[in-house]
């Protein structure tokens, strides 16, 4: 059973970063794309962030693209959220996503919620002066 732990949410200034990390275990595959989502109040869960473990192909939405950094360590099995220049728009719970299988630049999956098999529990980024 795959599980995912994410860490590194908080209370940050605008202008500020953060890196959020998401911890991998109980997966039989070293093969799979994770994304990360985030979700504010009385908002959608959006997705913002894919990284293939196969081959570290990424992708990002517009609304973070210069800013937020996907990046993953299979040694430790984690991949990680950089987020700098955070905005107060950016608060939100964020939440980490896997899909398992061979994935790479021209077959990542979509940012569609119920297309991600295993969630974490989410962290929370609250940015703010």
């Known amino acids: 059973q795959l599980q995912l732990v994410e860490s590194g949410g908080g209370l940050v200034q605008p202008g500020g970063s953060l890196r959020l990390s998401c911890a991998v275990s109980g997966f039989t595959s070293d093969y799979y794309a994770l994304s990360w989502f985030r979700q504010a109040p009385g908002k959608e869960r959006e997705g913002l962030s894919c990284i293939s473990s196969t081959d570290g192909s990424t992708k990002y939405v517009d609304s973070v693209k210069g800013r937020f950094t996907i990046s993953r360590d299979n040694a430790k099995n984690t991949v990680y959220l950089q987020m700098n220049s955070l905005k107060p728009e950016d608060t939100a719970v964020y939440y980490c996503?896997?899909?398992?299988?061979?994935?790479?630049?021209?077959?990542?999956?979509?940012?569609?919620?119920?297309?991600?098999?295993?969630w974490g529990q989410g962290t929370q980024v609250t940015v703010s002066s």
């Open positions: 996503a896997a899909v398992p299988g061979f994935y790479n630049v021209y077959d990542l999956p979509p940012f569609i919620p119920t297309k991600y098999d295993y």
